[in-house]
Every structure is written in structure tokens, then in C-alpha cells.
């Protein structure tokens, strides 16, 4: 018999790693006491209802971003953009710290699930907004408070937006998205997290969130598995509807296959010997250069739209 593990602790596990890697600045998570909640004020079938992603549109001059693909600082955004949710979009998550050694990034419906979304849709279960939007992945919290989420909010209020499902995949994206829902709240505007990294948006503090047990990069459900997809779509979609205070934190009852052993190995100092940090230390020193040089020049201003 398998032994169920507690959550991972991303918050204490990835300071550790960082620390192990050299950098003595453990980063202060985002944190709030009170929380901000909109109560639905439709049925939801007469919701109209828009979908938040921190995935980067594929970028092919930008490297590998494909399945197995290591992290890819170039492939970042930096400013919110926006799809037309009635067309099919190459949305990837090799620009994020995702488990890469436990999930496959071959099944896009676990990150980015607009399919199913317009399937629901057309179903009658809600009104899916004309565009979906890409939130960035900022450490800088002044930053995704002043400038991105008033961005956000902007472009869900000239669609009519009522209600959005946001799903996170990195631990920041996690901390991104949790200020973005609750920025959107506070402007009427009802919300779930879709997300694996507990700790992250608890701390931070949301309205509604959905915890699924699952590697990072698997909010949406199990990869090429539709039933669980499905399962975990309509969980959100319950939870929009019937929570009734702030802080309501829904687990999926979905189990990952296999051993739970992967809570292990994500980002644990204490499975790595001294070559394998020295070389994850250049790559972490490399990857945040590159990031910083594409931010400060600002080279992808056609995110904007797509």
C-alpha cells in the first residue's frame, strides 16, 4: 500500500534550493490577512466566463520549448496578452520551474484547457468570453499590482467578463495569478485559482482555489487522461458557483499515478551532490541574466495581442 505524502511545501523547498544554490536572499511570498470576494451574481449558465494562463505563446526562433524542454528564460512575456477563444492556440510552459522530471508538457489540456472550456461552453454550462488572457510571471509584486493587473482587468471588463478560471503552473505563477484573482475580485469580478502549489496561494490569500495534489504544470487535470480533465474543469466551476466567503479552498479527489515519490524531487537540495548544484547554480545565473536583459529592453512588445 502507498503512503500518502502531505502536500509539497514549495514556499520552504524552493527557498532551501536557492539557498543551496548560493543566493542568500530567500524571497518574501506575498501575503494577506483580509481577502476580497465577489459572490456570483448570475446563475452560471448566464455567466460569461474567461480563462487566465501564464503559458507563452510558442515562440520558434526562441529555442526549445517543447515536451522535455529545459527551463527557457527567452521564452517568457512580460506584458499581458490576449487570444481569441474560438481559435486554437500553441500555448507552452518551458519558461517556468515546472516538475520536469514527473509530468511530460505533451498534453497542453493540463495547462492551457480552452478546448474543453469552449466544449463546456457550447454545452450551455456558462458564456465563454471572446478572448482569453496571458498574465506574466513577475517576482516583482509591486509590479504585478500596478501595472498587470490593472491591465488584466481592463481587458476582462471590455469583454463583459463576469468570472474567470486562472491556472497557475510555477511556484510564482502560483503567487501571480493569486494576486491577479484577487485584484479582479475586488473590481466585481468572480474568481478560481486553478493550482498544485498549496502553500503559495493560501499564503497569499484567494477567494476561491481548487488544490490539485498533482506535479506542477498539471492544474487542469492529468495529462492525456479527459476524464479527469473534465472532472477538474467542473470542480472549478462548482467551486465559482457555490463558495460563499473567501479562503475556500477545494482539493480534487484526483490521485497522481504511480509513486508519490515525486514530492521528493522537485527542487530538493537534499537529492543533489555538489556537481549537480554547481551546474544548476550556472544555469539558475544564466537563465536570470537572460531574463533580466529581455525584460529590460522590453523585446516581446507584440504580446500584447495575438
Excluded at 22 to 45: I, S
Excluded at 268 to 297: F, K, T, V
Amino acid at each position: 500500500m502507498t503512503t500518502a505524502l502531505p502536500p509539497i511545501a514549495y514556499m520552504a523547498r524552493t527557498r532551501d534550493y536557492y539557498l543551496a544554490l548560493g543566493y542568500d536572499n530567500p524571497y518574501a511570498w506575498a501575503h494577506y490577512d483580509d481577502v476580497p470576494f465577489t459572490p456570483l451574481g448570475q446563475a452560471l449558465a448566464e455567466t460569461r466566463l474567461t480563462l487566465i494562463t501564464t503559458a507563452a505563446p510558442f515562440q520558434p526562433e526562441k529555442g526549445d520549448q517543447g515536451p522535455g524542454a529545459p527551463y527557457n528564460a527567452a521564452a517568457k512575456f512580460y506584458q499581458v496578452y490576449s487570444g481569441e477563444t474560438n481559435e486554437d492556440h500553441d500555448l507552452r510552459i518551458a519558461h517556468v520551474a515546472i516538475d520536469r522530471k514527473h509530468t511530460t508538457m505533451t498534453d497542453s489540456g493540463t495547462w492551457f484547457p480552452l478546448p474543453r472550456l469552449r466544449a463546456l461552453a457550447e454545452q450551455g454550462e456558462f458564456l465563454l468570453a471572446k478572448r482569453f488572457h496571458g498574465f506574466p510571471t513577475n517576482r516583482s509584486q509591486r509590479h504585478t499590482l500596478a501595472v498587470d493587473a490593472p491591465e488584466l482587468l481592463a481587458r476582462c471588463r471590455a469583454d463583459g467578463v463576469q468570472a474567470a478560471l486562472l491556472v497557475a503552473n510555477c511556484p510564482v505563477c502560483h503567487q501571480s495569478l493569486s494576486l491577479a484573482a484577487r485584484y479582479l475580485e475586488a473590481n466585481g469580478i468572480a474568481t478560481v485559482v486553478l493550482g498544485c502549489a498549496r502553500d503559495v496561494v493560501e499564503h497569499c490569500g484567494v477567494p476561491r482555489f481548487l488544490f490539485s495534489d498533482f506535479p506542477l504544470g498539471n492544474a487542469a487535470g492529468r495529462p492525456h487522461d479527459s476524464e479527469s480533465q473534465q472532472q477538474t474543469l467542473r470542480l472549478a466551476l462548482d467551486l465559482l458557483s457555490q463558495a460563499t466567503t473567501p479562503r475556500t479552498t477545494w482539493q480534487s479527489p484526483l490521485v497522481w499515478p504511480g509513486s508519490p515519490d515525486w514530492k521528493q524531487d522537485y527542487a530538493n537540495p537534499e537529492r543533489l551532490d555538489p556537481a549537480a548544484l554547481a551546474r544548476l547554480r550556472e544555469e539558475a545565473e544564466a537563465a536570470r541574466l537572460s531574463a533580466r536583459e529581455l525584460r529590460e529592453s522590453s523585446l516581446n512588445p507584440t504580446f500584447c495581442s495575438l
